[in-house]
């Protein structure tokens, strides 16, 4: 989950009066071919190596002191008042991005723009390096994994962030694993640009309808409170009844003639969680914004929102691919380093060369939005093995997809100092599609063989 960081007011901010103002934020993500970015978010959760118990804020060489402790890396605080308004840490900025807590304490780099797939991987480096040597020093490790594998929702510290505490009280009344998404999980997740209104809506289209393949190919949380829990990706499962207003598959995105304004209507339609002011984030879960574009927003009676508002609520929403200034990948769960560097390739090289983008829309373009579904449905628990229309698995799409990310990078022709091009990151994913297993059932096969049933050696598979 990723949602931004504030922590200045908008108080002297312009007013919005007007729709051309709510569409502002996408056209203002339209990028010529060669101003295109890549954007790489990857969590993980933390615990400490003593006892493997997941560290609270302020404990000693707790989350707030692993925050702390990336100033020797030339990181610089990012602080905001507390739900008890106490002024504490909650970032860390840097040239490498935002280091952010999540509800539970999981760590999440959110990676500056860069331009190839190796800058990418050098920053996943320089990052999980860095906070290697700060685990060394905290008495903590990090898991690359999905979910908690064996964590309780009550054994889990929540972070003194307001909007959680907002959030929190919000999700059990929308959904029965709100709570869980917000606790228990972590996701890679990858943010690419786009040229124009008509490129958007063909990168959304087809990053849609293969997000399943996502999480199939990095799913990665097949463990509940120490056992198997039935899935291979219960990350996923979990966004499946979190809050039915703002997940899914957004199904008006495969409508013709889809643009921005069709995705300004879907997020007028998401519910709020709240508004920033003055320091603070005041709860206006469950009320609309189109009552606020009113001045009728009963949190804020008589006041009108700002772009900034309106930007909050944007990074409010779950689907499955989701729309501001750039398009987020959000199908997969988190892993390890190489896994890492994996999904940025995979999505770069479908979404960023323009006859692999439309190769890889071929694949899909057929399918209906009942198969769509029923295939998001399946993922969690079937993987690739899961059916696709036409008799075949996905699984058996899988190859071809890969083959089309690979054509897509090789034309990007991006060497490193080596002369090396992107298409070596795909190499995790080609060998979990020739040997049939996802990360998960590797897992498995370790909890039922190796481990013997022992989830607590799974803290052997870090990072």
């Known amino acids: 989950m990723v949602m931004s960081t504030r922590n200045v007011s908008n108080e002297d901010e312009q007013r919005i009066e007007s729709r051309d103002q709510l569409i502002a934020p996408m056209i203002a993500g339209e990028k010529p071919r060669e101003a295109w970015r890549i954007g790489t978010e990857h969590e993980k959760l933390v615990y400490k190596t003593s006892d493997f118990h997941a560290p609270s804020y302020d404990e000693p060489g707790g989350i707030r002191d692993i925050l702390l402790a990336n100033q020797a890396y030339g990181w610089e605080p990012v602080e905001e008042a507390g739900p008890d308004g106490e002024i504490g840490v909650i970032a860390m900025s840097g040239t490498d991005g935002t280091i952010s807590l999540e509800p539970a304490g999981q760590l999440e780099l959110s990676g500056a723009p860069l331009t190839t797939i ?33 964590k309780t929702r009550e054994e889990l510290p929540v972070m003194p962030k307001q909007r959680y505490e907002i959030m929190m009280r919000h999700m059990p009344k929308v959904g029965s694993l709100g709570l869980d998404m917000m606790l228990r999980t972590c996701t890679i997740q990858v943010n690419l640009d786009y040229s124009s209104e008509a490129d958007m809506a063909k990168k959304f289209r087809t990053s849609l309808a293969l997000q399943p393949l996502g999480t199939a190919l990095f799913a990665n949380s097949p463990f ?40 300004v209507d879907y997020m007028l339609d998401v519910p709020m969680y709240f508004v920033f002011r003055d320091g603070k984030y005041i709860d206006a879960a469950g009320q609309s914004f189109r009552d606020f ?11 009108l929102p700002t772009q900034s508002d ?29 896994r890492i560097c994996a999904l940025p390739a995979l999505w770069v090289g479908l979404l960023y060369d323009q006859s ?32 696709i229309p036409g008799g075949r698995t996905l699984g058996d799409l899988a190859g071809e997809v890969l083959d ?22 795909l190499e995790p994913l080609r060998e979990i599609v020739e040997s049939g297993e996802t990360p998960a059932q590797r897992l498995l096969a370790k909890y039922h063989g190796e481990w013997g049933g022992d989830i607590t050696r799974i803290y052997e598979e870090s990072f």
């Open 118 to 150: 190796h800058e990418t991987c050098a920053e996943t480096g320089r990052h999980l390096a860095q906070v290697k040597a700060i685990g060394e020093q905290c008495g903590v490790g990090f898991l690359g994994l999905g979910m908690w594998p064996d």
């Open 224 to 263: 509940t409170q120490g056992k198997p829990n039935g899935f291979l990706s219960y990350r996923s499962h979990i966004w499946s009844d979190t809050d039915p207003h703002r997940t899914g598959m957004l199904p008006f995105v495969f409508d013709e003639g889809f643009g921005y304004e069709h995705y």
């Open 293 to 303: 574009l009113k001045g009728e927003l009963p949190a804020l009676p008589g006041e």
């Open 310 to 338: 309106w930007w909050d609520h944007l990074s409010t929403a779950f689907p499955e691919v989701r729309l501001k200034s750039f398009l987020e990948m959000r199908g997969s769960d988190g892993g390890p380093w190489n």
């Open 356 to 387: 692999a983008l439309d190769a890889a829309w071929d694949l899909v373009k057929d399918w209906s939005m009942e198969e769509r579904e029923a295939l998001r449905s399946a993922v969690p628990k079937m993987a690739l093995d899961a059916p």
């Open 404 to 425: 089309i990310a690979h054509a897509g990078l090789a034309a990007r022709a991006k060497p490193n100092s080596m002369g090396d091009n992107e298409t070596g990151f």
